[in-house]
């Protein structure tokens, strides 16, 4: 088994791409151990004691250095990927596959926003998401509520320094250009 491995913009995080699929739909987030639960591979890699998190997404695992150098954290993690694969072990807990879909997410709206909503979710979807996968992490639509759209940044966009400028300047510009009625992009 061959995984490559693949910077991001947060310098903490790391991108494995294990040339399999990890996750055939949603993401698994565990920004701290308790959150690991109902994932074999993440609590796998929470057992290294300079992991801080961990983030599942379609083909890749980011994982989140506390402190230390990548250099001796890697192959560390390397492994404990291959060993989990190797042993046939899920992924995800068949009880944590629900959350992976998102279907415990609330999000929030005024019903007389739903055409502006599915619109917004349509743009996050096709142009948005994608491209912040490609660094490791995820942006998922919370809300709208007087012209703000609520974001959940996940994964590496979680904590990483240019996260604000991928949010205010990319995703928020993108928004008002398709959809007038968007002023601003919050994180939540």
């Given at each position: 088994m061959?995984?490559?491995?693949?910077?991001?913009?947060?310098?903490?995080?790391l991108k494995f791409l294990p040339g399999r699929v990890v996750l055939p739909a949603g993401t698994f987030d565990a920004p701290k151990p308790e959150a690991a639960a109902g994932s074999p591979l993440a609590e796998r890699l929470?057992?290294?004691p300079e992991v801080a998190g961990v983030f599942l997404g379609y083909d890749f695992i980011t994982v989140t250095k506390k402190d230390g150098d990548w250099a001796h954290l890697k192959p560390a993690i390397l492994g404990e990927i291959m060993?989990?694969?190797?042993?046939?072990?899920p992924v995800l807990a068949e009880?944590?596959?629900a959350a992976a879909l998102g279907e415990d997410d609330e999000e929030f709206f005024d019903p007389a926003d739903a055409d502006l909503v599915t619109t917004?979710?349509?743009?996050?979807e096709t142009r948005v998401r994608p491209a912040v996968a490609g660094d490791g992490g995820d942006i998922t639509f919370k809300g709208f509520k007087d012209g703000?759209?609520?974001?959940?940044m996940r994964g590496s966009c979680s904590g990483c320094p240019s996260s604000t400028a991928t949010l205010k300047h990319g995703i928020q510009n993108l928004l008002r250009h398709f959809v007038p009625e968007v002023e601003q992009v919050e994180a939540v």
């Open positions: 061959f995984i490559q491995t693949e910077v991001t913009p947060n310098p903490a995080t929470f057992a290294l060993q989990h694969f190797v042993s046939g072990a009880s944590s596959a917004i979710k349509d743009l996050l703000t759209v609520y974001l959940t």
